[in-house]
Nanobody, 122 residues
Framework: QVQLVESGGGLVQAGGSLTLSCAASGRTGVIYLMAWFRQAPGTEREFVARINWNGDNTDYAASVKGRFTITNEYAKNTAYLQMNSLKPEDTAVYYC???????????????WGQGTQVTVSS
């Protein structure tokens, strides 16, 4: 099993920045991909960004491209999401997820964190 623990959420004003962290533990050798998803009230959970475990391939949702950056520290089994120029519409619960394949399909992710709330005030 793989355990994922997110941290770093909070309240920020529009235009501000936050960095989320996701620490993986357990059988991390099965992980190929780490990703962030988010879910606002009344909406489906949506893909935000992904990175392969080697850190040499990344992908972003169009809504966050140019504002968010996903990185990882392989030695620390930790992935990060640097969020800049935050907008009120970025308000959501952000979830870290891990997969054994390169995918944006949330149903293909085997492991999920508990989520961390990000609130952007206008």
């Amino acid at each position: 099993q793989v355990q994922l623990v997110e941290s770093g959420g909070g309240l920020v004003q529009a235009g501000g920045s936050l960095t989320l962290s996701c620490a993986a533990s357990g059988r991390t050798g099965v992980i190929y991909l780490m990703a962030w998803f988010r879910q606002a009230p009344g909406t489906e959970r949506e893909f935000v960004a992904r990175i392969n475990w080697n850190g040499d391939n990344t992908d972003y949702a169009a809504s966050v491209k140019g504002r968010f950056t996903i990185t990882n520290e392989y030695a620390k089994n930790t992935a990060y999401l640097q969020m800049n120029s935050l907008k009120p519409e970025d308000t959501a619960v952000y979830y870290c997820a891990a997969s054994r394949i390169w995918t944006t399909d949330r149903n293909a992710y085997n492991y999920w964190g508990q989520g961390t709330q990000v609130t952007v005030s206008s």
